[in-house]
Protein backbone atom coordinates (compact mmCIF):
# COMPACT_ATOMS: atom_id res chain seq x y z
CA UNK A 1 0.00 0.00 0.00
CA UNK A 2 1.66 2.99 -0.81
CA UNK A 3 1.23 5.79 1.45
CA UNK A 4 1.57 9.91 0.44
CA UNK A 5 4.54 11.88 1.53
CA UNK A 6 3.09 15.01 2.79
CA UNK A 7 3.76 17.95 0.69
CA UNK A 8 4.40 21.63 1.73
CA UNK A 9 0.90 23.26 2.77
CA UNK A 10 -0.90 19.66 4.11
CA UNK A 11 -2.70 19.87 6.94
CA UNK A 12 -4.76 18.25 9.90
CA UNK A 13 -7.39 19.44 12.11
CA UNK A 14 -8.57 18.05 15.43
CA UNK A 15 -11.10 19.37 17.47
CA UNK A 16 -11.54 18.15 21.04
CA UNK A 17 -15.26 17.49 21.56
CA UNK A 18 -14.78 16.38 25.75
CA UNK A 19 -18.21 16.11 26.30
CA UNK A 20 -19.02 12.48 28.20
CA UNK A 21 -22.25 10.46 29.81
CA UNK A 22 -19.67 8.58 32.14
CA UNK A 23 -15.76 9.18 31.62
CA UNK A 24 -14.70 5.18 31.47
CA UNK A 25 -12.42 3.84 34.03
CA UNK A 26 -9.17 4.03 32.28
CA UNK A 27 -9.58 7.36 30.13
CA UNK A 28 -6.65 10.22 30.93
CA UNK A 29 -8.48 12.50 28.28
CA UNK A 30 -9.56 15.95 29.00
CA UNK A 31 -13.33 15.49 29.20
CA UNK A 32 -16.57 17.39 30.88
CA UNK A 33 -20.02 16.45 31.99
CA UNK A 34 -22.66 16.25 28.61
CA UNK A 35 -24.57 19.66 29.50
CA UNK A 36 -25.90 22.06 26.86
CA UNK A 37 -24.32 25.10 28.98
CA UNK A 38 -21.14 23.72 28.50
CA UNK A 39 -21.73 22.38 24.59
CA UNK A 40 -22.68 26.28 24.12
CA UNK A 41 -20.33 27.76 25.97
CA UNK A 42 -17.51 25.73 23.70
CA UNK A 43 -19.24 26.08 20.23
CA UNK A 44 -19.34 30.06 20.46
CA UNK A 45 -15.64 29.61 21.77
CA UNK A 46 -14.37 27.03 18.77
CA UNK A 47 -15.84 29.28 16.15
CA UNK A 48 -13.85 32.09 17.46
CA UNK A 49 -10.89 29.87 17.97
CA UNK A 50 -11.37 29.08 13.55
CA UNK A 51 -11.93 32.84 13.05
CA UNK A 52 -8.16 33.47 14.68
CA UNK A 53 -6.81 30.47 12.95
CA UNK A 54 -8.63 31.49 9.15
CA UNK A 55 -5.35 32.98 7.85
CA UNK A 56 -3.50 29.69 8.31
CA UNK A 57 -6.85 27.60 6.94
CA UNK A 58 -6.55 29.72 3.93
CA UNK A 59 -3.22 29.15 2.78
CA UNK A 60 -3.35 25.41 3.83
CA UNK A 61 -4.31 21.86 2.31
CA UNK A 62 -6.85 20.35 4.62
CA UNK A 63 -6.22 16.66 4.27
CA UNK A 64 -8.10 14.93 7.11
CA UNK A 65 -10.51 16.76 10.05
CA UNK A 66 -11.01 14.40 13.10
CA UNK A 67 -13.65 15.37 15.63
CA UNK A 68 -12.39 13.57 18.96
CA UNK A 69 -13.34 13.55 22.68
CA UNK A 70 -15.03 12.60 24.79
CA UNK A 71 -17.89 11.46 22.85
CA UNK A 72 -18.20 14.17 20.41
CA UNK A 73 -21.13 12.31 18.69
CA UNK A 74 -22.98 13.67 21.76
CA UNK A 75 -23.11 17.12 20.09
CA UNK A 76 -25.32 16.82 17.35
CA UNK A 77 -25.09 16.89 13.93
CA UNK A 78 -25.98 20.95 13.58
CA UNK A 79 -23.29 21.41 15.58
CA UNK A 80 -20.91 19.48 13.53
CA UNK A 81 -22.06 21.45 10.61
CA UNK A 82 -21.83 24.76 11.74
CA UNK A 83 -18.22 23.93 12.76
CA UNK A 84 -17.12 22.14 9.20
CA UNK A 85 -18.81 25.43 7.45
CA UNK A 86 -16.96 27.84 9.74
CA UNK A 87 -13.74 26.34 8.15
CA UNK A 88 -14.96 27.66 4.46
CA UNK A 89 -13.35 24.74 2.99
CA UNK A 90 -14.67 22.78 0.46
CA UNK A 91 -14.80 18.95 2.25
CA UNK A 92 -14.28 17.19 -1.20
CA UNK A 93 -11.93 14.65 -0.80
CA UNK A 94 -11.00 15.11 2.26
CA UNK A 95 -11.18 12.32 5.06
CA UNK A 96 -13.87 13.68 7.86
CA UNK A 97 -14.07 11.25 10.71
CA UNK A 98 -16.26 11.15 13.69
CA UNK A 99 -15.84 9.40 17.48
CA UNK A 100 -18.78 7.34 18.38
CA UNK A 101 -19.88 5.39 21.44
CA UNK A 102 -22.35 1.88 20.47
CA UNK A 103 -24.58 3.24 22.96
CA UNK A 104 -24.83 7.10 21.51
CA UNK A 105 -26.46 6.76 18.20
CA UNK A 106 -29.71 6.14 16.06
CA UNK A 107 -30.34 5.71 12.67
CA UNK A 108 -31.74 9.12 11.92
CA UNK A 109 -29.22 10.66 14.38
CA UNK A 110 -25.89 8.48 12.22
CA UNK A 111 -27.93 10.19 8.68
CA UNK A 112 -27.77 13.69 10.20
CA UNK A 113 -23.79 12.93 11.02
CA UNK A 114 -23.60 12.27 6.98
CA UNK A 115 -25.73 14.81 5.86
CA UNK A 116 -23.41 17.20 8.04
CA UNK A 117 -20.23 16.10 6.14
CA UNK A 118 -19.38 13.11 7.85
CA UNK A 119 -17.80 10.69 6.05
CA UNK A 120 -16.11 7.85 8.11
CA UNK A 121 -16.65 6.88 11.88
CA UNK A 122 -14.48 5.50 14.38
CA UNK A 123 -16.77 3.39 16.91
CA UNK A 124 -15.05 2.87 20.15
CA UNK A 125 -16.01 -1.49 20.23
CA UNK A 126 -13.34 -2.16 22.43
CA UNK A 127 -14.56 -5.59 23.45
CA UNK A 128 -17.35 -7.76 22.26
CA UNK A 129 -17.30 -9.93 25.38
CA UNK A 130 -19.42 -8.71 27.85
CA UNK A 131 -17.74 -9.33 31.38
CA UNK A 132 -15.03 -7.45 29.82
CA UNK A 133 -17.29 -4.12 28.52
CA UNK A 134 -17.80 -3.62 32.19
CA UNK A 135 -14.31 -4.58 33.69
CA UNK A 136 -13.76 -1.43 31.32
CA UNK A 137 -16.79 0.49 32.24
CA UNK A 138 -18.11 0.60 29.21
CA UNK A 139 -21.61 2.00 29.20
CA UNK A 140 -22.58 -0.17 26.16
CA UNK A 141 -24.01 -3.60 25.56
CA UNK A 142 -23.03 -6.31 23.31
CA UNK A 143 -26.47 -5.74 21.68
CA UNK A 144 -25.56 -1.68 21.15
CA UNK A 145 -22.36 -2.73 18.99
CA UNK A 146 -24.18 -4.74 16.38
CA UNK A 147 -26.86 -2.17 16.17
CA UNK A 148 -24.07 0.97 15.73
CA UNK A 149 -22.73 -1.22 13.10
CA UNK A 150 -25.68 -2.31 11.38
CA UNK A 151 -27.41 1.25 11.18
CA UNK A 152 -23.96 2.70 10.28
CA UNK A 153 -24.15 0.96 7.14
CA UNK A 154 -27.56 1.63 6.52
CA UNK A 155 -26.83 5.60 7.03
CA UNK A 156 -24.82 5.27 4.18
CA UNK A 157 -21.42 4.92 5.69
CA UNK A 158 -18.70 3.26 3.47
CA UNK A 159 -15.57 3.89 5.32
CA UNK A 160 -16.17 2.69 9.04
CA UNK A 161 -13.30 1.97 11.56
CA UNK A 162 -13.83 0.02 15.27
CA UNK A 163 -11.24 0.28 18.15
CA UNK A 164 -10.45 -2.94 19.85
CA UNK A 165 -8.56 -3.66 23.11
CA UNK A 166 -6.14 -6.20 24.44
CA UNK A 167 -4.07 -6.69 27.48
CA UNK A 168 -7.03 -6.56 29.39
CA UNK A 169 -7.79 -7.61 33.18
CA UNK A 170 -8.86 -11.56 33.05
CA UNK A 171 -8.62 -11.66 29.32
CA UNK A 172 -7.88 -14.79 27.90
CA UNK A 173 -6.92 -16.29 24.63
CA UNK A 174 -10.19 -17.95 23.73
CA UNK A 175 -12.08 -14.52 24.53
CA UNK A 176 -10.36 -12.44 22.27
CA UNK A 177 -10.76 -15.08 19.37
CA UNK A 178 -14.66 -14.94 19.63
CA UNK A 179 -14.54 -10.94 19.81
CA UNK A 180 -11.91 -11.02 16.57
CA UNK A 181 -14.22 -13.23 14.90
CA UNK A 182 -17.31 -10.94 15.76
CA UNK A 183 -15.13 -7.92 14.42
CA UNK A 184 -14.10 -9.22 10.93
CA UNK A 185 -17.95 -10.73 10.55
CA UNK A 186 -19.09 -6.81 10.20
CA UNK A 187 -19.37 -4.44 6.60
CA UNK A 188 -16.28 -2.51 8.53
CA UNK A 189 -13.31 -1.08 6.71
CA UNK A 190 -10.96 -0.59 9.59
CA UNK A 191 -8.87 -1.90 12.60
CA UNK A 192 -7.40 -0.01 15.51
CA UNK A 193 -5.94 -2.10 18.50
CA UNK A 194 -4.86 -0.66 21.42
CA UNK A 195 -3.37 -2.14 24.32
CA UNK A 196 -4.71 -1.48 28.15
CA UNK A 197 -2.22 1.15 29.31
CA UNK A 198 -2.96 2.44 33.07
CA UNK A 199 -2.35 6.40 33.06
CA UNK A 200 -2.17 8.49 36.05
CA UNK A 201 -5.72 10.22 37.18
CA UNK A 202 -7.89 7.29 36.28
CA UNK A 203 -9.69 4.59 37.89
CA UNK A 204 -7.70 2.50 36.78
CA UNK A 205 -4.47 3.77 38.34
CA UNK A 206 -5.94 3.70 41.27
CA UNK A 207 -6.77 0.29 41.32
CA UNK A 208 -3.32 -0.52 39.35
CA UNK A 209 -1.70 -3.30 41.34
CA UNK A 210 -4.70 -5.22 41.49
CA UNK A 211 -5.27 -4.47 37.94
CA UNK A 212 -2.04 -5.51 36.59
CA UNK A 213 -1.71 -8.71 38.12
CA UNK A 214 -5.21 -9.48 36.00
CA UNK A 215 -3.53 -8.38 33.31
CA UNK A 216 -2.06 -10.94 30.71
CA UNK A 217 1.74 -11.74 30.45
CA UNK A 218 4.16 -10.47 28.47
CA UNK A 219 3.94 -13.91 26.64
CA UNK A 220 -0.27 -14.34 25.91
CA UNK A 221 0.39 -10.66 25.46
CA UNK A 222 2.49 -10.97 22.06
CA UNK A 223 0.24 -14.09 21.53
CA UNK A 224 -2.98 -12.06 21.49
CA UNK A 225 -1.14 -9.71 19.55
CA UNK A 226 -0.38 -12.23 16.68
CA UNK A 227 -3.46 -13.43 16.89
CA UNK A 228 -5.22 -10.42 15.84
CA UNK A 229 -2.83 -10.29 12.88
CA UNK A 230 -3.47 -13.37 11.49
CA UNK A 231 -7.20 -13.06 11.69
CA UNK A 232 -7.11 -9.83 10.06
CA UNK A 233 -4.76 -11.13 7.26
CA UNK A 234 -7.08 -13.76 6.70
CA UNK A 235 -10.42 -11.75 6.52
CA UNK A 236 -8.65 -9.70 3.77
CA UNK A 237 -7.56 -6.89 6.32
CA UNK A 238 -3.96 -5.26 5.36
CA UNK A 239 -1.59 -3.98 8.33
CA UNK A 240 -0.36 -1.13 7.23
CA UNK A 241 0.94 0.57 10.74
CA UNK A 242 1.76 -1.59 13.56
CA UNK A 243 -1.78 -1.36 15.16
CA UNK A 244 -4.27 -0.62 12.45
CA UNK A 245 -5.09 -2.62 9.11
CA UNK A 246 -7.93 -1.96 6.65
CA UNK A 247 -9.30 -3.28 3.72
CA UNK A 248 -9.31 -1.81 0.50
CA UNK A 249 -6.89 1.47 1.11
CA UNK A 250 -8.74 2.62 3.47
CA UNK A 251 -6.11 3.39 5.99
CA UNK A 252 -6.97 6.75 8.32
CA UNK A 253 -5.52 9.91 6.57
CA UNK A 254 -5.44 11.75 9.77
CA UNK A 255 -3.62 8.56 11.63
CA UNK A 256 -0.84 8.06 9.01
CA UNK A 257 -0.48 12.28 9.09
CA UNK A 258 0.59 11.71 12.71
CA UNK A 259 3.09 9.02 12.22
CA UNK A 260 4.64 11.04 9.42
CA UNK A 261 4.70 14.46 11.01
CA UNK A 262 1.87 16.51 8.87
CA UNK A 263 1.10 19.59 10.34
CA UNK A 264 -1.92 19.63 12.62
CA UNK A 265 -3.50 22.09 14.38
CA UNK A 266 -5.76 21.43 17.58
CA UNK A 267 -9.13 23.09 18.07
CA UNK A 268 -10.86 22.90 21.76
CA UNK A 269 -9.56 22.39 25.36
CA UNK A 270 -6.44 20.51 25.98
CA UNK A 271 -5.67 19.61 22.18
CA UNK A 272 -2.29 19.92 20.57
CA UNK A 273 -0.79 21.22 17.73
CA UNK A 274 2.02 21.27 15.44
CA UNK A 275 3.27 23.50 12.94
CA UNK A 276 7.25 23.26 12.81
CA UNK A 277 9.41 24.17 14.67
CA UNK A 278 6.48 24.62 17.20
CA UNK A 279 4.67 22.24 19.03
CA UNK A 280 1.57 23.30 21.38
CA UNK A 281 -1.45 22.46 23.40
CA UNK A 282 -4.42 24.46 24.17
CA UNK A 283 -5.35 24.60 28.16
CA UNK A 284 -6.97 22.01 29.97
CA UNK A 285 -10.16 24.67 31.30
CA UNK A 286 -13.48 24.96 29.50
CA UNK A 287 -13.65 28.40 31.55
CA UNK A 288 -10.04 29.97 31.18
CA UNK A 289 -10.25 28.48 27.26
CA UNK A 290 -13.19 30.91 26.25
CA UNK A 291 -12.24 33.60 28.29
CA UNK A 292 -8.73 33.62 26.48
CA UNK A 293 -10.88 33.46 23.09
CA UNK A 294 -13.02 36.18 24.68
CA UNK A 295 -10.20 38.55 24.50
CA UNK A 296 -9.00 37.39 20.86
CA UNK A 297 -6.51 35.58 22.50
CA UNK A 298 -4.91 31.68 21.29
CA UNK A 299 -5.59 29.92 24.58
CA UNK A 300 -1.87 27.86 24.23
CA UNK A 301 -1.07 26.51 27.49
CA UNK A 302 2.34 25.07 26.84
CA UNK A 303 4.26 25.44 23.41
CA UNK A 304 8.48 23.99 22.78
CA UNK A 305 10.64 25.07 20.05
CA UNK A 306 11.59 21.73 17.98
CA UNK A 307 15.18 21.16 17.50
CA UNK A 308 16.34 19.65 14.29
CA UNK A 309 18.26 16.79 15.28
CA UNK A 310 15.59 16.11 18.16
CA UNK A 311 12.92 16.19 15.63
CA UNK A 312 14.45 14.39 12.94
CA UNK A 313 15.35 11.32 15.26
CA UNK A 314 11.19 11.96 16.72
CA UNK A 315 10.43 11.60 13.15
CA UNK A 316 12.68 8.81 11.91
CA UNK A 317 10.79 6.62 15.13
CA UNK A 318 7.34 7.55 13.94
CA UNK A 319 7.95 7.06 9.98
CA UNK A 320 9.03 3.58 11.27
CA UNK A 321 5.82 2.46 12.58
CA UNK A 322 4.28 2.14 9.21
CA UNK A 323 4.75 -1.00 7.87
CA UNK A 324 5.77 -0.82 4.40
CA UNK A 325 8.85 1.78 5.43
CA UNK A 326 9.87 4.92 4.16
CA UNK A 327 12.35 6.54 1.27
CA UNK A 328 15.23 7.34 3.09
CA UNK A 329 16.63 10.23 0.26
CA UNK A 330 12.72 11.96 0.60
CA UNK A 331 12.99 11.74 4.24
CA UNK A 332 16.43 13.40 4.73
CA UNK A 333 15.42 16.30 1.94
CA UNK A 334 12.26 17.01 4.67
CA UNK A 335 14.10 16.70 7.80
CA UNK A 336 17.71 16.96 7.38
CA UNK A 337 20.73 14.81 7.09
CA UNK A 338 21.82 11.91 9.69
CA UNK A 339 24.66 12.56 11.90
CA UNK A 340 27.44 9.93 12.12
CA UNK A 341 25.80 9.26 15.61
CA UNK A 342 22.09 9.29 14.23
CA UNK A 343 23.87 6.62 11.08
CA UNK A 344 25.49 4.23 14.25
CA UNK A 345 22.62 3.95 15.71
CA UNK A 346 20.54 2.78 12.86
CA UNK A 347 23.27 0.28 12.14
CA UNK A 348 23.14 -1.03 15.64
CA UNK A 349 19.60 -1.83 15.24
CA UNK A 350 20.34 -3.27 11.49
CA UNK A 351 22.49 -5.66 13.38
CA UNK A 352 20.38 -6.14 16.42
CA UNK A 353 17.68 -7.41 13.55
CA UNK A 354 14.80 -4.57 14.41
CA UNK A 355 15.30 -2.71 11.17
CA UNK A 356 16.16 -3.67 7.66
CA UNK A 357 17.65 -1.60 4.86
CA UNK A 358 16.24 -2.44 1.57
CA UNK A 359 17.89 0.06 -1.48
CA UNK A 360 16.79 2.84 -0.09
CA UNK A 361 13.90 2.02 1.86
CA UNK A 362 14.06 1.78 5.68
CA UNK A 363 11.71 -0.23 7.82
CA UNK A 364 10.83 -2.80 10.81
CA UNK A 365 11.70 -6.38 11.06
CA UNK A 366 8.99 -8.45 12.18
CA UNK A 367 11.05 -8.41 15.33
CA UNK A 368 11.10 -4.65 15.28
CA UNK A 369 7.34 -4.38 15.05
CA UNK A 370 7.16 -6.14 18.55
CA UNK A 371 10.28 -4.11 20.20
CA UNK A 372 9.37 -0.55 18.29
CA UNK A 373 9.21 0.92 21.86
CA UNK A 374 12.94 0.13 22.40
CA UNK A 375 13.48 0.85 18.26
CA UNK A 376 12.42 4.64 19.46
CA UNK A 377 13.80 4.59 22.53
CA UNK A 378 17.30 4.21 21.37
CA UNK A 379 16.41 7.03 18.60
CA UNK A 380 15.01 9.56 20.20
CA UNK A 381 17.21 11.83 22.11
Avoid at 77 to 94: D, G, S
Wanted: aromatic share 10%; glycine share 6%.
Amino acid sequence: MQIPTPISGDLSLYFHLPFCQKKCDYCHFFVLPNKASFKEQLLKSLLIEIELRSSLLERSKIKSIYFGGGTPALVGPQYIETLLKALKIPLYNIEVTLELNPENHSLELLKGYRDAGINRLSIGVQSFDPSLLKKLGRSHSVKDIHLALDNASQAGFTNISIDLMYDLPNQSLLLWKRTLEKAVSYPITHLSLYNLSIEKETVFYKHRNQIKAEMPGEELSLTLFNEACTTFKKSGFEPYEISAFCKDGAYSRHNVGYWLQRPHLGFGPSAFSLLQPKRFQNVKNLKRYSELLDQKTLPIDFQEELKPEAFLRESLALHLRLLNGFDLSLFQKRFGAFTNELSDVLELLIERGWIKREQNTLSLTEDGILYHDSVASELVC
